[in-house]
């Protein structure tokens, strides 16, 4: 994952997202929208409570990880070392795009002592349902 934004767009996964609650909670199944967004949730949510090994067994897309791998660390150890002094955590989801099997979703996160930051967080559908595939970078001004 390059540079500090993908260390901050994970940092800043918290608070106000998990406030938000869970979409989809009925019997019917879930849009892709809102399947999208529980991923967010649940992205946020293990990273507020330092969630690793859920980050890289139910959050992250194969693919990223075998990338983050490459670089010689563990999964679980790299997210441990990039959100390890993350306080308070936020975000914001703005505006979700769905094109087939890829989504992307626009965010504004922040967390204590970092300036708020808005970024892309592209998703995959998998057999087993979304997955963070791309930490992508700036998408301007916090």
């Known amino acids: 994952m390059p540079g500090t934004r993908a260390t901050a767009l994970l940092a800043a996964c918290g608070l106000a997202l998990a406030a938000a609650g869970l979409p989809g909670c009925g019997g019917d199944e879930p849009t892709d929208q809102e399947a999208v967004r529980s ?39 790299g997210m441990e070392r990039l959100l390890e002094d993350v306080a308070d955590p936020r975000i914001t989801i703005g505006r979700i795009t769905i094109d087939g099997d890829r989504a992307s979703a626009e965010v504004r996160t922040s967390a204590a002592g970092q300036p708020p930051s808005r970024d892309v967080v592209e998703l995959v559908r998998r057999d087993d349902g979304w997955r963070v595939s791309e930490l992508a970078g700036s998408a301007g001004p916090g």
Do not use: M, W
Request: overall charge negative; some cysteine.
């Open 39 to 77: 991923k967010l949730l649940e992205l946020a949510d293990a990273t507020r409570a330092k969630r690793y090994d859920r980050l890289c067994d139910r959050v992250f897309d194969p693919q990223l990880i075998i990338e983050v791998e490459q670089a010689g660390i563990p999964c679980e150890a």
